[in-house]
């Protein structure tokens, strides 16, 4: 099996000047706008809660790093699932537009490249899935 098969990549450009793209990322109110029917999490790091999608499903989530204006990125399963990292990650196209790039791999995906790349297992998923 290919790596990349299991690795899910969005994009879109957003009418939204950085800072309020930011608070769409960082807001749970706001994220309940667009990623969750409920977002019971604080965006900052090492904080842990769930959020429930609109299906009903609830994952356990952990925010595993926070570059402000930047990145989110969250640790999250729903019960008998493996544990994937979604990462949120803004650049800003221009005053008035904002690219949001979604990128969700399984945990497992980020420590096997990790292994590989620095031939350990001390790796920082995030810093990884960015590159």
């Known amino acids: ?13 957003l009418d939204a000047e950085p800072d309020a793209a930011w608070a769409a990322l960082t ?46 990125a969250l640790r999250w399963a729903a019960p008998g ?3 994937t990292i979604v990462e949120l990650t803004l650049d800003p196209v221009d005053e008035a537009r904002t690219r949001l790039v979604v990128v969700e791999v399984p945990v497992a995906v980020v420590r096997a490249v990790s292994t590989r790349l620095i031939g350990s297992d001390a790796f920082r998923g995030p810093a990884l899935v960015a590159a």
Not at 1 to 13: C, G, S
Not at 64 to 71: D, H, I, T, Y
Request: zero cysteines; glycine letters at 6%; proline letters at 5%.
């Open 1 to 13: 099996m290919e790596l990349h098969q299991d690795i899910v990549r969005r994009e879109v450009v």
């Open 27 to 72: 807001d749970p109110a706001l994220l309940e706008t667009w990623l969750a029917q409920s977002v019971d999490v604080d965006i900052r790091e090492g904080a842990e809660g769930t959020i429930t999608d609109h299906d009903g499903t609830v994952r356990d989530a952990v925010v595993e790093e926070v570059l402000p204006g930047r990145r989110v």
């Open 81 to 83: 699932q493996d544990p």
